[in-house]
């Protein structure tokens, strides 16, 4: 009989082994603002929203299905937000890097003064067309100056003969003006 209650008290108690705990990933939760919507540091500069660095209120839909897939902005926190200070350091470093050289485009572009561009015109000196930012840009890209017809602002296209003042805003509010001189395509063949 002592072995049968032995072999029942072995039986009764089975060892059980500890099960090791469940990993869990945790989810970044979302900062939710004072006006309910998502709160995003800004990585890059948005137009209507804010500047890099900044810490900005936008709706939920709009961080999580534009700005965070997009790379322009990510979620607040302590990590992130280390990472961040020292890229506003490199980004600031490029932004004055920038501004320098826009200012250098400005004093050539002050030293150009005039471009010349040929158009086709009538007797009365009415063009057939008109010229307008693209035309203006690539002529300056002839005299090598690397303007985008973005920077270059006009009320209406030019549509006539004659010299023109145009206005430039290169950017970070550094501003410029040359002359634009449309001559008559015939004018430049002889």
Do not use: C, F
């Amino acid at each position: 009989m002592a072995k049968t209650k032995e072999a029942t008290k072995a039986k009764a108690k089975p060892k059980t082994k500890a099960l090791p705990a469940k990993k869990v990933k945790v989810r970044q939760q979302v900062n939710k603002g004072p006006h309910g919507g998502t709160r995003v540091v800004l990585v890059e500069d948005v137009t209507h929203v804010g500047k890099t660095g900044q810490v900005v209120e936008v709706k939920p839909g709009y961080a999580r299905n534009y700005l965070i897939p997009n790379g322009l902005a990510i979620l607040p926190s302590e990590h992130n937000l280390r990472l961040l200070e020292r890229y506003k350091v490199r980004v600031e470093q490029a932004r004055e890097a920038r501004k320098a050289d826009l200012k250098n485009m400005a004093e050539q572009i002050a030293r150009t003064k005039t471009v010349t561009i040929e158009a086709n015109a009538n007797e009365a000196g009415d063009l057939y067309g008109s010229v307008g930012p693209a035309e203006i840009a690539r002529a300056m890209r002839g005299k090598n100056l690397l303007v985008e017809p973005a920077m270059i602002k006009l009320e209406e296209h030019l549509k006539h003969l004659g010299e023109w003042t145009v206005r430039l805003t290169l950017g970070y509010e550094i501003e410029a003006e040359i002359g634009v001189l449309i001559i008559p395509q015939s004018a430049g063949k002889r």
